[in-house]
């Protein structure tokens, strides 16, 4: 546990100015709504700002995985010397990057709140939808920026594995390697088969109040999505426990 | 199990480079060992590929029986010839963290090599002189207790007094009852006498592998001499 | 920093150092030798080096290792004069070759050795 901790902080001091500066982000983001505010009517324009920054949190793990990971590349014998399992090597930086994504996120929401609180008659009609469909889209974003870091993790290790074996082309070989999955996967997925195998568990959302359409959503999707993100997450430990080089 | 580090017709390719040719050898315990050559026959990618951090193109590389992929950082300390810290770290938090990290690391002999090489504790990384540098990497390698201490270039850029004080340091700190060192470096007469065997490599070929004493013996050359005579 | 020269294994010249220090009593009878690290750290050689270096001397009888105690210059009289009579005859010998490569005769290396014993002994009255 010790030796998980001690990682886990290496870890945390590596990206925490990129916490810092997406703390202070937050901030101009709130300024910048506030001052929207001062100077247009009772309107809820100025949750537009709000709702792009909540937005790209999508990006928020891909962001800092890629900076952890680049700052262990200058000094990559380091890393890579450590007897511990990549898996768990990776896993520390993946938890840092969603606790930092989750204390960004809920700063970004508290703000939300409190100034929705002075505006509150203009949203009443809505507001059990309004507050099930953020308390939703906080973990949808969380999951799509996970699943992007991921592949930022997968890469990566491509990267470093093929470097010394193709060279020059390697981002070529990247590239397949996004564009050949997702290909696949786009078949996959408008198959009758993946269809009948992910949608399972009907979790049907209705928003009355602003949208007329359920959304249907369903678990086994989820459950598809999280082998995903398990498969890729795997592949890239195997990758860098036995394939990359310094 | 045998306690040896094993290579069985290793070559290396990097693209269409050939860094290492058909070189078998086995190093065994208890001993001081110089990988000599010229610069880029060969010698740092010997020890990345006994440290597991690079992988053979055909052959195998085994360490007490066990193929060396990067896990083999359990049984394998290894200083890299490039900088090998976290810069923001403090030594002190280095050593903490080294300590947490490798459960062979021994605090006690840490603090005893950081004494013995007068380095100070509170100072920044990214502050430290080379010459700190150099004596802090040889304080995170050597307090290890493993069986396979690799230091590549442990003396390049450091003065003639950290040399010697690192030389010193390689005699007091590596135990070998139980451990081996291996080291490639240029500064070869200041290491020739602490050597048990060397060995020999051009353009990724395995040259030579003898003990020094041999060489004294049988050519009455040293390390330096023999070389000259031989890399012309 | 002593140097070693090459022509010469490490140990052996080693234990020539040893001899000496032994037959000039800077090293006494019975005396405890520095431990096999501490030695290499003061010769800045391989600690294996020592070890070769004390078996050997111990081989031949002049130091002697009691075990958890160190390692020790033999108390056996008679092996301490054949050894300083050997180092003197080694000397002699390497000597005496010289001379006779360069032409000197019995009867010259001799004479000139005794003036020079003389001359030594004059100046240190």
Redesign the interface.
Known sequence: M??WS??FK?DF??TRTVFFVGLVINFLILSLTLFVDVNTGDNLYLFIPLVVAIAFHILYLPILLFISLKTEAN????W??????AAALLLSKVLNGIVMAVVSLVVLYSMAGSLIISRFELIEAYWTDTWTAGLLIFPHILMISIMFGVWVILLWSLYHALK????RWTWLALLGAVILPTWIAALIDSTDLFKQLTQWGSMELNFTTFLMDPIPLYAGEYLYHFIVIVGLFYLSTWI??????? | MRNVIEFTHVSKM??KRSAIKNISLSLPL???IAIVGENGSGKSTLL?LI?G???PTSGSVTVNGEIA???I??LVS?L?D?????P?FTIREAL??QA???PDFNRAKAEEIMRYLQLEPDKRIRDLSIGNRGRLKIVLTLARDVPYILLDEPLSGLDPMVRQSI??GM??YVD?ESQTLVMTSHEITEIE????SFIAIRDGSLIRMAD??EL??SE???IT?WMKKTYV | MDE?N??????LQLADRINRLIVSKELKAGQKLQSV?DM??S???????IQ?TYSELEREGILETRRGQGTFVTEQEDRLIQLRGNLKEEQIQTFVQIMQEMGYSSDEIISGLQDHLNKKDKGDA
Request: glycine share 6%; aromatic share 10%.
């Open positions: 010790a030796t001690a990682l290496k001091r590596l000094h990559l014998h380091l890579l010397h450590n007897p511990r399992s010394y074996r193709i060279g860098i426990d036995r394939k990359v080089e310094v | 990097y693209k208890g001993k001081i990345k440290a951090l690079s992988h992929n990067r896990r950082g359990k290894y890299s490039h900088d090998s810290f976290y923001l903490a963290f947490s990290q490798f030389v010193k005699i007091s070998l006498s602490i050597l048990d020094v004493e004294h013996e009455g050359l040293g001499e | 070693f090459t022509s010469k294994p490490i140990y690290r290499a750290l010769y800045n050689v391989n600690p294996n080096t070769r």
